[in-house]
């Protein structure tokens, strides 16, 4: 999980296989920080996305000042992959309560398990469960919930949504400080 500007991209083999016709585009980044996966790599220079979008293939843009959070897979040589299954948007698309919770939150929630609902009913079967509702009330995955809240533990091991920045506009779940 990273912060990070696109320096360029370029078309790259799939493989060292001459056989395999598979096409990667190389992303050239400059990390800006690093959220998640240092202990497995301290810096970030190339991610790697699937040239076509059928296969997940990740569209960004290169050469200019945009800025984006990129989550992806380390893979066994090193590199680094982000298809359309990852959470990738542009930095400035990110509420002021998720950057917040990239630095300090969503480490607290870390023993939690974040179960989805798709449709009534449905329930966490364990206290370290957080049920996320935004596809049941908004029909989307990262709706209003996954912008402003973060799923913690709680001292008594219990895990909670905690909502953080500014108050929305409508209430809809029942909050505690954690």
């Not at 066994?76 to 300090?104: A, F, R």
């Amino acid at each position: 999980v990273i912060r990070a500007k696109i320096i360029s991209e370029k078309v790259v083999p799939a493989s060292d296989d001459p056989l395999d016709t598979h096409k990667m585009i190389r992303y050239e980044i400059k990390q800006i920080k690093m959220f998640k996966g240092f202990e497995k790599l301290k810096d970030v220079q190339y991610v790697y996305t699937p040239f076509d979008s059928s296969l997940c293939g990740v569209k960004l843009e290169a050469n200019n000042k945009k800025q984006y959070l990129l989550t992806g897979q380390i893979l066994s040589d090193g590199k680094v992959l982000i298809h359309l299954c990852n959470y990738i948007e542009p930095w400035d698309d990110l509420s002021l309560s998720q950057k917040k919770s990239l630095n300090q939150r969503y480490q607290m929630g870390c023993g939690c398990k974040i179960t989805t609902c798709y449709m009534v009913p449905c329930a966490i079967t364990a206290p370290n469960e957080c049920l996320w509702t935004d596809w049941l009330i908004e029909r989307k995955l990262y709706g209003h919930q996954a912008k402003h809240y973060a799923c913690i533990k709680r001292s008594d091991g219990t895990c909670s949504w905690y909502r953080g920045g500014p108050p929305p506009e409508k209430e809809f779940i029942d909050i505690s400080e954690p």
